[in-house]
């Protein structure tokens, strides 16, 4: 089979049916005759006219076709998408290499004497989850495919896998743990999986939700044991993740996380401190990455903390920081319990930008405060943003005035260019004019702003900082 002859889509395989066949060769040449000649390559005796209704009826689904994924990034970053624009054109250079490194685990996955396979699912790994879940129906027809993971949330493209014919169900809520245990239980008891709360599924074509389930009590969550994954060696492991809260406290006008979680949850003190011993008594860990949306917000975690420094347990920790509920008493009160680094969304250093965030920083403050924990041997790192909607050369020159004159404090910053998402609540205001991207089902958005700031300009800024930054640590 000759690529030339036909429009590929991401992968392909072996396909003995007009109906796999649409699903693996869709593109923009449903009614071309050259479309596709693998029925007589594979000496197949199938009717082109039942081919091509079939691919008509699939043209619009997500993944095997070109352009989705390059529309994907656009609505991440559509400055990012531009630059990155020639790793679309180089994917086939690479495809036949993952495809083969993504079957070894995918037979890995078959010989397993499971039923279920269940895929949390991310922007990063979409593409290779659906190829393994395809692969995975056609040599285990019976298996359940369940796909959860930020992708499957109903904001985001729930609606576009549930589409996919090879996929079962659909586990849309945040907090999957529940619906999935609720699956594996009703399957195990032979009840029915349908009934389960938090998911969703195809049925006589149409698309079927279950009522979400009660939130998750993050104090009856059981510690994670890692050593229940195969081939566990504890004495890999540097660094474990802690979770501390649920949500966030802050409204930043470009965030969609409380679209997501709702209302802020935080663990017992007694409840964090006994995973942290655990991990300390049975992995010999202590380090820890707080994975938190911000750790100060969480007044268990400090009540923790004066816990562990009571009992001389001493840890080392880092994680994300809200800038505006810190203060110098506080920062060196967590560096004296084992603070070692620090993410801080500072996104701008012009309060005029700043306001427009609905973030409460004081410039000066946290400039002084950066001072501060570089003296004490605290790593901070800086989340900016550019681009954001009413941000002009003067605005953008005041970020770039703050980051040269910090720069000694700072041991790097991690730059992004505003991305327009649907449930945020910038989403539906004045400063932004969003923009559908094809197909609908992708649910991904690019936009334009009233301010004469084009994506050009944007792409000229994330430019200008990456070199300036790259320049600065030579």
Same mark, same amino acid.
């Given at each position: 089979?000759?690529?030339?002859?036909?429009?590929?889509?991401?992968?392909?395989?072996?396909?003995?049916?007009?109906?796999?066949?649409?699903?693996?060769?869709?593109?923009?040449?449903?009614?071309?005759?050259?479309? /596709?000649?693998?029925?007589?390559?594979?000496?197949?005796?199938?009717?082109?006219?039942? /081919?091509?209704?079939?691919?008509?009826?699939?043209?619009?689904?997500?993944?095997?076709?070109?352009?989705?994924?390059?529309?994907?990034?656009?609505?991440?970053?559509?400055?990012?998408?531009?630059?990155?624009?020639?790793?679309?054109?180089?994917?086939?250079?690479?495809?036949?290499?993952?495809?083969?490194?993504?079957?070894?685990?995918?037979?890995?996955?078959?010989?397993?004497?499971?039923?279920?396979?269940?895929f949390s699912v991310t922007t990063g790994n979409s593409i290779s989850s659906i190829y393994a879940a395809q692969r995975i129906k056609e040599e285990k027809p019976d298996s359940i495919i369940i796909f959860g993971?930020?992708?499957?949330?109903?904001?985001?493209?729930?609606?576009?896998?549930?589409?996919?014919?090879?996929?079962?169900?659909?586990?849309?809520?945040?907090?999957?743990?529940?619906?999935?245990?609720?699956?594996?239980?009703?399957?195990?008891?032979?009840?029915?999986?349908?009934?389960?709360?938090?998911?969703?599924?195809?049925?006589?074509?149409?698309? &079927?939700?279950?009522?979400?389930?009660?939130?998750?009590?993050?104090?009856?969550?059981?510690?994670?044991?890692?050593?229940?994954?195969?081939?566990?060696?504890?004495?890999?492991?540097?660094?474990?993740?802690?979770?501390?809260?649920?949500?966030?406290?802050?409204?930043?006008?470009?965030?969609?996380?409380?679209?997501?979680?709702?209302?802020?949850?935080?663990?017992?003190?007694?409840?964090?401190?006994?995973?942290?011993?655990?991990?300390?008594?049975?992995?010999?860990?202590?380090?820890?990455?707080?994975?938190?949306?911000?750790?100060?917000?969480?007044?268990?975690?400090?009540?923790?903390?004066?816990?562990?420094?009571?009992?001389?347990?001493?840890?080392?920790w880092g994680g994300n920081c809200e800038i505006s509920h810190i203060n110098e008493k506080q920062i060196f009160n967590y560096i004296d319990r084992g603070l070692s680094h620090c993410f801080f969304g500072l996104?701008?250093?012009?309060?005029?930008?700043?306001?427009?965030?609905?973030?409460?920083?004081?410039?000066?403050?946290?400039?002084?405060?950066?001072?501060?924990?570089?003296?004490?041997?605290?790593?901070?790192?800086?989340?900016?943003?550019?681009? &954001?909607?009413?941000?002009?050369?003067?605005?953008?020159?005041?970020?770039?005035?703050?980051?040269?004159?910090?720069?000694?404090?700072?041991?790097?910053?991690?730059?992004?260019?505003?991305?327009?998402?649907?449930?945020?609540?910038?989403?539906?205001?004045?400063?932004?004019?969003?923009?559908?991207?094809?197909?609908?089902?992708?649910?991904?958005?690019?936009?334009?702003?009233?301010?004469?700031?084009?994506?050009?300009?944007?792409?000229?800024?994330?430019?200008?900082?990456?070199?300036?930054?790259?320049?600065?640590?030579?």
């Amino acid at each position: 089979m000759s690529e030339t002859q036909y429009k590929l889509g991401i992968f392909y395989g072996p396909a003995p049916d007009t109906k796999m066949l649409a699903q693996k060769f869709v593109g923009n040449l449903v009614n071309d005759d050259q479309f /596709c000649k693998a029925c007589e390559l594979l000496e197949q005796n199938v009717k082109c006219d039942h /081919c091509r209704e079939n691919l008509r009826n699939y043209s619009n689904l997500i993944y095997f076709y070109e352009k989705i994924g390059e529309n994907l990034i656009l609505s991440l970053c559509p400055v990012c998408s531009q630059l990155y624009k020639p790793f679309f054109y180089q994917f086939s250079t690479y495809k036949n290499k993952t495809k083969t490194i993504l079957d070894k685990y995918i037979n890995k996955l078959l010989n397993y004497d499971s039923k279920i396979y269940g895929f949390s699912v991310t922007t990063g790994n979409s593409i290779s989850s659906i190829y393994a879940a395809q692969r995975i129906k056609e040599e285990k027809p019976d298996s359940i495919i369940i796909f959860g993971g930020p992708e499957a949330f109903l904001n985001y493209r729930a609606t576009l896998y549930l589409k996919l014919p090879f996929i079962d169900l659909l586990v849309y809520h945040p907090e999957g743990e529940i619906p999935l245990l609720k699956i594996l239980s009703k399957k195990k008891d032979n009840n029915n999986i349908y009934n389960s709360p938090g998911i969703g599924f195809m049925k006589n074509n149409k698309m &079927f939700f279950t009522e979400p389930p009660n939130k998750l009590n993050l104090n009856n969550l059981p510690i994670p044991r890692y050593d229940f994954l195969e081939d566990f060696n504890h004495k890999f492991l540097k660094t474990l993740n802690i979770l501390t809260a649920k949500g966030c406290l802050n409204k930043c006008f470009f965030c969609n996380e409380n679209s997501i979680w709702g209302d802020f949850r935080i663990k017992n003190p007694q409840i964090i401190y006994n995973e942290i011993e655990y991990y300390i008594n049975n992995y010999g860990i202590y380090n820890f990455e707080i994975v938190d949306n911000a750790f100060n917000l969480s007044e268990s975690f400090r009540k923790t903390l004066d816990s562990l420094y009571n009992s001389n347990v001493k840890i080392t920790w880092g994680g994300n920081c809200e800038i505006s509920h810190i203060n110098e008493k506080q920062i060196f009160n967590y560096i004296d319990r084992g603070l070692s680094h620090c993410f801080f969304g500072l996104e701008s250093a012009s309060s005029k930008i700043l306001k427009l965030m609905n973030k409460r920083i004081n410039i000066n403050n946290f400039s002084k405060l950066l001072q501060q924990i570089s003296n004490a041997g605290v790593r901070a790192y800086l989340y900016i943003m550019i681009g &954001f909607p009413n941000e002009t050369e003067k605005d953008f020159g005041e970020t770039i005035n703050f980051i040269k004159a910090n720069a000694k404090y700072i041991e790097n910053i991690i730059v992004s260019v505003f991305t327009l998402m649907k449930s945020s609540p910038i989403f539906d205001s004045n400063l932004v004019k969003p923009i559908a991207l094809n197909p609908p089902e992708l649910n991904a958005w690019t936009y334009e702003t009233f301010d004469g700031v084009t994506h050009k300009e944007r792409m000229k800024r994330f430019l200008f900082i990456k070199k300036m930054w790259k320049n600065i640590n030579l």
